[in-house]
């Protein structure tokens, strides 16, 4: 099997990004310690402090999001950082070549009760001039590289340079990164989907009505059973859709007004539909293609429908038609 410097050499990605993602690479090993020892470490439960998003920070989601900064820090090719755990960017150098943004450890709530969480990263070129907020709000479709790394049975990394979407597995004795699949391939039509079913009475009509129709199975329009699978961790939730197809969402929903979008767009959203992409599926907000989107600030959030492409389709096909005319469910 190839190492994961193998594989990048042997697909001709040039040196400061392999390095870079070498460096991600490196830590997320560290990382995947610091998740493995768990109580033993004194590393869960959760801190005193929130984060910009007003949520209440994890023990491991200080430590994981300081580990990633200071191996940015110490490698020569980042220019600044943005995290989903920092107020503000972070200005690392003044020559490297590109931006990093991540969610040091998805599914943070996973991880009192030792289940999935991982850390996601996206890398965009650095532009010529200073380095402000403005630096970093560049569409998906800039992204050089994108992946997670999953910390699970076994930790995995999913990466993507552009040339489709690799699957590497941790070899815990030797500590390398070995190439497990070369091509991740979404089957274009599924019969499973994840959605957290909660929130269902604050979805839009069309979204409630879409979920309502593969509930109903054989009986309903679809004409078929669909499964269901939820693990509160999208960094989980993309794994399965990648692995063996099927429809991941987290929709607008009404809950609080004023945050009707859960997922972010510069550390989840764009980094998930890029591998989503690259390996045949679709994502899309439900009105617009994620990558698309000119970002307005860092921390701004989206809704996500992303998947087997024939499903998402089929989504967006409710979201198209008028349903002001009709009563809500």
């Not at 076994?154 to 489709?164: H, V």
């Not at 979920?211 to 509160?232: C, H, Q, T, Y």
Request: charged letters at 20%; aromatic letters at 6%; hydrophobic letters at 35%.
């Amino acid at each position: 099997m190839q190492t994961l410097a193998q594989h990048l050499s042997s697909q001709g990605v040039d040196a400061p990004l392999s390095q870079l993602i070498l460096t991600l690479a490196d830590t997320s090993k560290a990382i995947s310690q610091a998740v493995r020892h768990g109580a033993l470490a004194g590393v869960l439960g959760a801190t005193e402090s929130e984060n910009v998003q007003g949520e209440t920070q994890k023990k491991l989601d200080v430590i994981t999001n300081e580990m990633l900064k200071d191996a940015l820090k110490a490698d020569s090719t980042v220019r600044g950082l943005a995290s989903e755990e920092e107020d503000h960017i972070v200005e690392v150098g003044k020559r490297g070549e590109f931006l990093v943004c991540f969610d040091p450890l998805d599914g943070s709530s996973n991880i009192d009760i030792n289940s999935l969480v991982g850390t996601i990263f996206s890398v965009l070129p650095a532009p010529q001039g200073e380095l402000s907020e403005q630096s970093f709000l560049q569409s998906g479709r800039n992204q050089v590289a994108a992946g997670y790394v999953l910390y699970g049975p076994s930790t995995m990394l999913a990466l993507t340079t552009g040339k489709g979407v690799q699957l590497f597995t941790l070899n815990p004795e030797t500590q390398e990164y070995l190439l497990t699949n070369e091509a991740v391939s979404i089957t274009p039509d599924t019969s499973e989907f994840a959605i957290n079913m909660s929130n269902q009475r604050f979805w839009e009509a069309p979204m409630q009505t879409y979920i309502s129709d593969l509930v109903l199975g054989k009986i309903g329009p679809r004409e078929r059973n669909f499964n269901m699978r939820w693990i509160a961790a999208m960094v989980g939730d993309v794994h399965r859709v990648l692995c063996r197809g099927g429809l991941f969402t987290y929709p607008t929903d009404n809950k609080n007004p004023e945050k009707p979008y859960k997922l972010r767009l510069m550390y989840e959203a764009n980094p998930m539909s890029f591998l989503v992409e690259q390996a045949g599926g679709k994502a899309s907000t439900g009105y617009e293609t994620i990558m698309d989107i000119q970002p307005s600030e860092i921390h701004q959030r989206v809704a996500v429908i992303l998947g087997s492409a024939n499903e998402v389709d089929t989504c967006l096909e409710y979201h198209e038609q008028d349903y002001s005319q009709e009563p809500e469910l």
